[in-house]
């Protein structure tokens, strides 16, 4: 499901990134985890219960700031919509 | 209560668990870290469930390792690039160290699971444990009804697991159902489900019993017919779709049904150590049934010596001791030519393809074991053999 860009995504229960001091970000969950990179980092960093989805795709268009602006936000959707569905986060 | 989905292995759609987002070991055989440590703090426990994977040769409470032991174990699995463990049993509950435990393994920046039957516990106790550091609690049951479960487990103890489940509901952490399933309980599958939608936890897992241990014992009574699994299938894609976005739905299939073999613990020392309450290293929970192997203790080595170099770990990690039609196959890197515990058991040979592959040339073994129960699954016959219940160390 995908969100609204006005929902305020968050962590789902069982659900933190590991240390920031460890070699890799990895988001822990119950028996899996996923590794994070790039992009994939700067979204769940900001699913913390404060930003909305229309404040973290206004900030991955200033970081990614040579793609093109729609794009982005469908790609993040999309990827907001995959946590959703795996129960990483809830909105 | 020792029923883990890590090690069985695959979704409905028939990804491995660890598959799913972390990248999968290079051809070229470099050996990465384990991810998951299976901590079996101890093998005692309030419940005789009839499918308990645990060896049916249990650990005695004198040799259990102890709270400063076990938080060295937590601190060495974390230096090697370990990132969760599971803490199971028997029941972990049954450690009066169990708070000490959960807080060291979190302090060695584990992410902290508890793999429990929900007893003996309160809701003090409870808030205790989540204030330590757990992540997770996933909780079993053993039928919809408390007549099944109660059977099931040879207690009492259906109700007080639905008192737990509303406890958990106050803490923010995660929550999974695991309901195993098996002949004498798979047709409450909707009752089941009842109770995950009322409930609403992050996960559910229907697990089949697998046939190690005492489920090996008890497989004549617990074997599912085919209809029942068909009939199964379908209510969990349902459920699957209905459920999307509430609760992740996993389904372990009852592997002597399945065309190819389960990724047993995602391959053979390749993500996952298991340790015994006495401190033993496993490459799984059943890895003591095969003969001839010297398993080594966290006592005498460290966990990166026995991971690295231990002739355990190494003996079918690889692809080297694979006999054929393994060795060929385009699935040697999927499946790891199954669990090599199953592939003793069933054929005597532990570097045979897990005879529940269609590839497999023992294969015959278990379609001989599904013939024999669609010939007298109507008879009342099995329901007048007793059960073969779990016991408890001494």
């Not at chain 2, 384990?34 to 009839?50: D, G």
């Not at chain 2, 929550?175 to 109770?195: P, S």
Request: net charge neutral; glycine share 6%.
């Amino acid at each position: 499901m995908k969100p609204e860009l006005s929902a305020v995504p968050r962590l789902a229960p069982g659900v933190r990134l590991n240390e920031k001091s460890q070699k890799e970000r990895i988001l822990l969950m119950p028996e899996r985890a996923l590794k994070l990179l790039g992009p994939s980092l700067e979204i769940v960093v900001r699913c913390d219960g404060k930003h909305t989805v229309e404040q973290i795709a206004e900030a991955l268009q200033k970081l990614y700031s040579k793609a093109e602006p729609q794009r982005i936000t469908d790609d993040l959707l999309d990827y907001l919509a995959r946590l959703h569905d795996q129960r990483a986060i809830d909105f | 209560m020792t029923c883990l989905t890590i090690w069985r292995g695959c979704m409905i759609s028939g990804r491995s668990i660890f598959s799913f987002l972390l990248a999968p070991l290079a051809m070229t055989e470099t050996l990465e870290s384990p991810l998951a440590l299976v901590a079996e703090l101890t093998h005692r426990c309030p419940l005789h469930c009839v499918y308990c994977s645990n060896p049916l040769e249990l650990t005695s409470r004198a040799t259990e390792l102890s709270t400063e032991e076990w938080s060295r174990v937590f601190h060495e699995a974390s230096e090697l690039g370990v990132l969760q463990a599971d803490f199971t049993g028997g029941e972990p509950l049954a450690r009066t160290d169990i708070i000490e435990l959960v807080h060291s393994a979190r302090a060695a920046k584990l992410y902290v699971s508890l793999i429990s039957s929900g007893l003996p516990l309160d809701e003090g106790k409870l808030g205790r444990l989540v204030l330590a550091g757990l992540d997770h609690f996933q909780l079993s049951f053993q039928g919809a009804r408390a007549e099944t479960a109660n059977e099931i487990s040879g207690t009492n103890t259906h109700l007080a697991k639905l008192r737990v489940l509303d406890w958990l509901k106050q803490h923010r952490i995660g929550v999974t159902l695991n309901f195993v399933i098996h002949r004498k309980n798979i047709h409450e599958l909707e009752e089941m489900l009842l109770i995950v939608e009322e409930h609403a936890p992050g996960c559910v897992e229907f697990a089949s019993v697998q046939y190690y241990g005492y489920g090996l014992a008890n497989r004549e009574k617990l074997l599912p017919t085919r209809a029942q699994l068909d009939r199964c299938v379908k209510i969990l894609t349902e459920a699957e779709q209905r459920l999307r976005g509430k609760t992740r739905v996993v389904f372990v299939v009852p592997d002597y049904y399945a065309r190819y073999p389960k990724p047993c613990v995602g391959g053979w020392g390749r993500k996952l150590m298991l340790i015994s309450p006495d401190g033993v290293v496993l490459p799984c929970h059943a890895a003591s049934v095969i003969p001839r192997m010297r398993f080594e203790n966290v006592k005498k080595r460290s966990l990166r010596g026995i991971w690295e170099d231990s002739d355990s770990f190494r003996a079918f990690r690889g692809q080297q001791w694979m006999e054929e039609p393994c060795k060929s196959c385009d699935r040697r890197e999927v499946d790891f030519g199954g669990c090599r515990c199953q592939a003793f058991l069933l054929t005597g040979d532990r570097a045979a393809t897990d005879p529940v592959c269609s590839l497999a040339p023992a294969r015959g073994n278990v379609d001989r074991i599904l013939r024999e129960l669609e010939e007298t699954k109507n008879r009342v016959a099995t329901d007048s053999i007793g059960w073969v219940y779990r016991k408890n160390p001494a």
